[in-house]
Nanobody, 125 residues
Framework: QVQLVESGGGLVQAGGSLRLSCAASGRTFSNYAMDWFRQPPGKEREFVAA????????YYADSVKGRFTISKDNAKNTVYLQMNSLKSEDTAVYYC??????????????????WGEGTLVTVSS
């Protein structure tokens, strides 16, 4: 079992930055690929970014490429999402998720094994 707890959400103006964190506990963190998903108000959950268990492979949704960066600190059992140049359309509840996988990434919600409770990001225009 893996427990995931997100933090770092909040209210920010358009053009600003936030860094989300997701702390994991329960298993060997380096064996788990980590993703960030988000769910905007009234919409379905969507993929944002992914990183392999070893941290060597990343993958981004086109909507955030060049603005968001995912990183993983296996020593701290934490995955981060640095979000820059935020837009109003980035407003959503952000979730981290985990799946066993050292070398590859995943991007479909149905692939993921464990989920956090989410943290709200609100971008004001």
């Amino acid at each position: 079992q893996v427990q995931l707890v997100e933090s770092g959400g909040g209210l920010v103006q358009a053009g600003g930055s936030l860094r989300l964190s997701c702390a994991a506990s329960g298993r060997t963190f380096s064996n788990y690929a980590m993703d960030w998903f988000r769910q905007p108000p009234g919409k379905e959950r969507e993929f944002v970014a992914a990183i392999s268990g070893g941290g060597g492979t990343t993958y981004y949704a086109d909507s955030v490429k060049g603005r968001f960066t995912i990183s993983k600190d296996n020593a701290k059992n934490t995955v981060y999402l640095q979000m820059n140049s935020l837009k109003s359309e980035d407003t959503a509840v952000y979730y981290c998720a985990a799946k066993r996988g050292y070398s590859r990434t995943y991007y479909r919600p149905g692939d993921m094994e464990y989920w956090g409770e989410g943290t709200l990001v609100t971008v004001s225009s």
